[in-house]
């Protein structure tokens, strides 16, 4: 990789208020509270899944009958707990009887609960290992391929039928993609449950269930065989459900989820509140199943000028890199995000661009870094976007990206077919075999605009993080210091689902979690 020149001890600085702003949002806002999601995929952890006669999700209900006909904010789990204390029910049968509605007026003698609550610990305990024996035979068959030369060729599908994602993920991956990223149906991110089952409608993509995941891991696995090499799968944990799809991501073997408090508060207008507490819950799943997750930073550049806002990209990536070290994630699974945004008829585009890139990829060496095409400024000339895009394939290549995200060149007419993909592999194919060792064979000059860009967004970085440390996070995504776009804490999409815990909050699956994980709290 070429190298550049920067200030480390800015670098080591940025880190040191990144951890405070971080820890600043973890002790006002998650550790105190609960939300629906979270009670939700609680239940999910524990093994509570199906519909209701109605169709309504088993765990949807059983949070809204609590908040109906108990104290949600002692925990959906112990509203099962009191009921498996006065009626003698095992968990399931306690699950369903809060789910009709039906909870007993009786209170329960403290022994009878103290014996349920430990009855759901210990449930609590069997479903972990089960997770965690999944991810071990996942890391084993992962194992059984050599591994991918990087940067790793990502590509989306998105028919809207998951069996028509399958052809299109097969035909993918053997033409050489790497990763398979399976994007949700537009706007599934505020819908505030999970659809059941396989899903062959759905617009701008094809909904993301638990049902979906096992096809498309099928799948890849089996494709995976018959290619030789490991086939990575891709699914979208964010938004009001991000927790839940996150524990069934983790359950059917997913090895990436774009997972990102950020964007949801910014992008969807989801209650930043509630946004940060899922967030830590989901990553703390992510965390023990050693699922990659990706961030959204690229998407501030839509938005915001790329080169007058470069530094909000890089100052957001500090911030996530602290978020995903209080849950305890390893550097190895923190797929930190950019993209290839600046406007192509600027003066050396290309060598601010690269100056960016090699500065993220510096300060992050050990994550997965997923690097972003250019989509801003496509037009509907597809011979010029494929260009634009092989100057970002070139850009990739040469700072050594993990994770490369390609890009279409009808981007800006249609939803890409298969053919699009097909040309899109073709010339990333090209550009990383033919560039495969230029770099190494290249220097970057002392006084370059390279090594100055690269200063310059760092400098902007350390000085923002200063302003949101002093602040607080919440009040700067107010003040649209990112992607100027304002937010507020007390409003937004999925407000009502967030509570204040009490004292008697009860959460063993919340508990193993936080000592699995152990993050820097």
């Given at each position: ?6 200030d ?7 880190r ?8 600043d ?11 629906d999601?979270?009670e939700r995929?609680?239940l ?5 899944e199906?519909?209701?006669s109605?169709?309504q999700?088993?765990?949807n209900?059983?949070?809204e009958?609590v ?7 002692l925990?959906?789990l ?5 009921e ?5 029910a ?14 007993s007026s ?14 759901i610990?210990?449930l ?9 024996g ?12 050599q591994?991918?030369k ?7 599908v998105?028919t809207?039928?998951?069996y028509?994602d399958?052809?299109q993920a097969r ?9 398979i ?7 599934q ?6 659809p059941e089952?396989?899903t ?18 099928e799948a ?8 030789g ?11 009001l459900?991000m927790p839940e799809i ?5 359950f ?40 990659i ?6 998407n501030y550049?839509t ?5 007058e806002?470069?530094?909000?990209v890089l100052?957001?990536?500090?911030i996530?890199?602290?978020?995903a070290?209080?849950a ?7 797929g ?7 406007n ?5 585009s ?9 500065l993220i990829?510096?300060?992050f060496?050990?994550?997965p870094?997923?690097y972003m095409?250019?989509?801003k400024h ?13 100057m ?8 050594n ?9 009808t981007?800006a007419?249609?939803?890409?077919l298969?053919m699009?993909?097909y ?9 990383f075999?033919?560039?495969?060792s ?8 002392k ?7 690269a200063q ?16 607080g996070l919440?009040?700067?995504i107010s ?14 999409k ?10 008697e ?11 699995k994980?152990?993050g820097?709290r």
């Open positions: 990789m070429l190298k550049i020149r920067y480390r001890k800015i670098v080591a600085d940025s040191e208020y990144a951890a405070k702003i971080a820890g949002i973890y002790n006002r806002f998650i550790r105190g509270f609960s939300t999601s979270i995929t609680t999910r952890f524990l093994g509570v199906g519909a209701t109605l169709g999700p088993k765990v209900s059983v949070v009958k908040k109906k006909n108990s104290d949600i904010s925990g959906v112990l509203a099962v707990a009191r498996m204390a006065v009626s003698g095992d968990f399931q049968s306690a699950v369903n009887i809060v789910s009709d509605g039906t909870l009786i209170p329960p003698s403290r022994e009878a609960l103290e014996k349920a609550k430990n009855n610990k210990r609590a305990v069997l479903k972990y290992e089960e997770l965690a999944k991810r071990r035979k996942r890391e084993e068959f992962k194992k059984s391929f591994p991918q990087t940067p790793l060729r990502y590509l989306i998105a809207g039928n998951i028509d399958v052809i035909a993918a991956a053997e033409a050489g993609a790497d990763i990223a399976v994007i949700r149906s537009t706007a991110s505020l819908l505030d449950y999970v089952g396989a062959t409608e759905g617009y701008g993509g094809t909904y993301a269930t638990q049902e979906n995941f096992r096809i498309m891991r890849l696995d089996d494709v995976s065989k018959k290619l090499r490991y086939i990575y799968l891709t699914n979208y944990s964010s938004g459900c996150a524990f069934l991501g983790a059917e073997g997913l090895d990436v989820l774009l997972n990102d408090a950020m964007y949801g508060i910014l992008f969807r207008d989801i209650n930043m509140k509630r946004t940060f507490c899922d967030q830590f819950f989901s990553r703390m799943i992510c965390a023990v199943s050693r699922i997750i990706n961030t959204g930073e690229d550049l938005t915001s000028d790329a080169v806002r470069a530094h909000t100052t957001s990536l500090f996530n890199e602290a978020f070290k209080i305890g994630m390893k550097p190895e699974y923190m930190l995000g950019h993209a290839f945004e600046i192509p008829q600027i003066e050396d290309f060598s601010l661009e690269l100056s960016q890139a090699l990829r510096h300060i060496p050990k994550s870094i997923k095409p250019p989509t496509m037009t509907g000339d597809p011979f010029y976007s494929n260009l634009l895009d092989a970002f394939n070139l850009a990739s290549k040469m700072s990206q993990h994770i490369h995200l390609l890009g279409m060149m981007e007419m249609h939803n890409p298969i699009d993909r040309e899109s592999l073709k010339n990333v194919n090209y550009i075999n033919a560039a495969s230029l770099a190494s064979q290249i220097q970057i000059r006084d370059s605009l390279i090594n100055r860009r310059e967004v760092l400098s902007k970085a350390y000085e923002l993080l200063q302003k949101v440390q002093k602040e919440d009040n700067a003040n649209g210091e990112f992607a100027d776009i304002k937010r507020y804490s007390d409003s937004g999925g407000v009502e689902g967030v509570y204040k815990k009490g004292k909050y009860f959460n063993p699956v919340f508990d193993i979690l936080l000592e994980t152990g820097e």
